[in-house]
């Protein structure tokens, strides 16, 4: 089968990886292809919070942060263990600074520091109560111009009618809607401003966290003369001259051959939505039906399968093998489900965990990641079953929300008549609704608002770290993520495993390069994002630790396909090699 086309670079996948792969790469002056296997480019990045861990990062170190790499180093070993991967970290973290200040000189891609925003574990070796973590800055998707159709709007379910939200500040705005005449007006000029955009565009236009970021890089990518293919999933890699040479791609029905004559990367989401992967590798999931996960439903482990079939190898075995984040089951009105993952609601007073036997099991407010854990851990005690229900007063439902549902004025009765909200008059009718122990959650309560009432909580702590008081509610005292839960009625919702994208992976070099079982590179073979195994080594340190990584190994990737450390910057292309003779299957 002859080949239909080459480049320097074949791209497979879209997302914050893939896309900073390919801008780079082609700002080096290489020819570059992105394939994405579905109708939208963006993948995951698009529906994430779009937080980047970059320690050291100059947007941080202009508001006068200090920190240093060595720090940031400490920390990750603490955190990783025995997985700690010392080559791949020091590449990360050396080169994550020079990742954003290249974006910020050369593309679209422009971002604003979080300061307050903790690391994860702040008071452990070398941890940080806030300066790692940026965002991209919003962004007019009018910019993008027809090719915003195809950017992947937000998750629904974390949207309100389709609006996106830029950082915990303007959500404070949305709670205080009816307590505070600023955040009311500002309320309404968002609103005024949403309704004309769906209103002429069909979507929204001001783009924040994440869809910001997919559409900065989309951007930057066109800008450099990228071309970016959608529904093109590829279906083998090409060898040739003992290298990875090219790939095979369906388009249009048709499957076509591309040569890639300096290499191909590998960005293709990851495997949250393929249950055989998810049966191997997540212990809570024995099916793989066992988990709900807010990713595209293209991520399957098409990565991991090509890289495979290529002699690379991959990594199952770290002590967790995916980003953890509980969620729950959003129905919808033509019968299918949403996913809402708990980002935020945990951390406010009012609102506790308990599993089926009625009793709490962790701090609330600790990382998605840390509750997933705990959910795992309680399994042991509740018959396997990881599951477990976030619980509430009135008061608290009211001021905050819970899950997908909304605060006040927005109406109860939507998600009480779909079963996704529980109500009971009594602390014991509420856990006959949820099928949780009536004595148990009753006590719970009881033992909870004994201490809430001055703010304490002795048995775990909510509230006890500079990370747990960034998502609490700062106007309440003395703690901001603590208060008796003691205005009935009482409500529950159910919250099972989910994730924000896998750890396990496949093995790379610090050059982004794909490794075989004896750590040797396969030429020509590079992969990035989710679709690599984490460099963080199953832990979860701080917000955007997938992203800060994505985006600095996909530069890493751009520079090493293009020689960028050893040639001028716009490096002359090489001769065009002898076509590709083989074709290895996914």
Known sequence: MPIDEAYDVVVAGSGAGALAAAVTAAHHGLSVLVLEKEPL??????????????????????????????????????????????????????????????FERATALQFVAVPEFSDYHPDAPGGRAGGRSILAEPFDAGE???????????????????????????????FNFTRSAASAAYVTRRLLQHAREMLVHGRAQRLTNGNALAARLAKSAFDAGVRIVTEAPVRRLLLGEGRVAGVEFMLAGQLRRVQARRGVVLGTGGFPQDPELRRRLFPHAPTGQEHWSPAPPGNTGDGWRLAESAGGATEGTLPNNGAWIPVSRVPRRNGDEGVFPHLIDRYKPGIIAVGRDGRRFVNEAQSYHDFGQAMQKLAARQDGQTCAWLICDHRALRRYGLGYVKPFPLPLWPHLRSGYLLRGRTPADLAARAGVDAAGLTQTIADFNRDAADGRDPAFGKGSTAYNRFLGDASHQPNPCVAPLDQGPWYAIKVVPGDLGT?????????????????????????????AASVMGGAYPGGGITLGPALTFGWIAGRHLAGADALPHAAARPAATAPPREAVPT
């Open 144 to 174: 993008l111009g027809a090719e915003a159709k195809r950017l992947r709007p937000p998750l629904r379910e974390i949207t309100f009618v389709g609006m996106m939200f830029n950082a915990s500040q303007e959500i404070a705005h949305f």
């Open 41 to 102: 480019f963006g993948g995951t990045t698009a529906r994430s919070g779009g937080v980047m861990w970059v320690p050291c990062n100059p947007k941080s170190r202009a508001l006068g942060i200090d920190d240093t790499l060595e720090a940031a180093r400490t920390y990750m070993a603490h955190e990783a263990g025995a997985h700690f991967d010392a080559e791949r970290v020091d590449a990360f973290l050396s080169n994550g600074p020079r990742m954003v200040e290249f």
């Open 503 to 531: 750890f396990a992976g496949i093995r790379t070099d610090a050059s982004a390069r794909v490794v075989d079982d004896a750590g040797q590179p396969v030429p020509g073979l590079y992969a990035v994002g989710n679709d």
